[in-house]
């Protein structure tokens, strides 16, 4: 029973476009949320996150989405650049559950030039 | 500072065999995570470590796997009598578990059992 679910195994990009990446969850104990990017041969390097307090959180060409009611969050980065092209996760934790992280399957990022 | 540190990076061992992973937390980060990913797979939670406390083992595949992280530092996960589908690339993370939830995480190690 997956838990976070990213249904678009791959997206591509024209660079300078909007890439929009898409996540749903169950489980409603999810209260912490987390976009991870990955390169090959690397571990997940943590992007941006949110809280469900929140519903929007920005950081530079990054902006995350969470509309609780429908359990969807998003990652939108904005210009999009080459060197975005990744598989990036989407991770959710629970405060009951010593915040182990629960991932999705990633979706591959790839922005062309 | 220094980020997580895994070793080794690649592991070839025969079916059957013991191998043990290492990994070196973020130094301060008091939680301490394994996870793995399979081929095509997200990223599954093995075990987790806080501080001194016991160890949360509920993701554990099987009783082959145990893990030990001694002086609250460096982490150990070992895998006994290795079976084909144990390959995978074995994550570390850590946090400070301050109020803060990210986790970093290091490179990774790649296992393939033959």
């Known amino acids: 029973d997956q838990q976070v679910k990213q249904n678009s195994p791959s997206l591509s990009v024209q660079e300078g476009r909007i890439s929009i990446l898409n996540c749903d969850y169950t489980?409603?104990?999810?209260?912490?949320f987390l976009w991870y990017k990955k390169y090959p041969a690397e571990g997940p390097t943590f992007l941006i996150s949110?809280?469900?307090?929140?519903d929007k959180n920005e950081d530079g060409r990054f902006t995350v989405f969470l509309n609780k009611s429908a359990k969807h969050l998003s990652l939108h980065i904005v210009p999009s650049q080459p060197g975005d092209s990744a598989v990036y996760f989407c991770a959710a934790s629970a405060r009951r559950s010593a915040r182990q992280l629960t991932f999705g399957s990633g979706t591959q990022l790839t922005v062309l030039p | 500072g220094a980020g997580v540190s895994q070793s080794p990076s690649n592991k070839v061992t025969e079916k059957g065999k013991d191998v043990e992973l290492r990994c070196d937390p973020i130094?301060?980060?008091?939680?301490l995570y394994w996870y793995r990913q399979s081929l095509g797979q997200g990223l599954e939670f093995l075990i987790y470590f806080q501080g001194n406390s016991a160890p949360d083992k509920s993701g554990l595949p099987s009783d082959r796997f145990s893990a030990e992280r001694t002086g609250g530092s460096v982490s150990t996960l070992t895998i006994q009598r290795t079976q084909q589908e144990d390959s995978a690339v074995y994550l570390c993370?850590?946090?400070?578990?301050?109020?803060?939830?990210?986790?970093?995480f290091g490179p990774g190690t790649r296992l393939l059992v033959l």
């Open positions: 130094s301060g980060h008091t939680a």
């Open positions: 993370a850590s946090s400070s578990n301050r109020g803060q939830e990210t986790q970093y």
């Open positions: 489980n409603s104990m999810f209260d912490y």
């Open positions: 949110i809280s469900s307090i929140k």
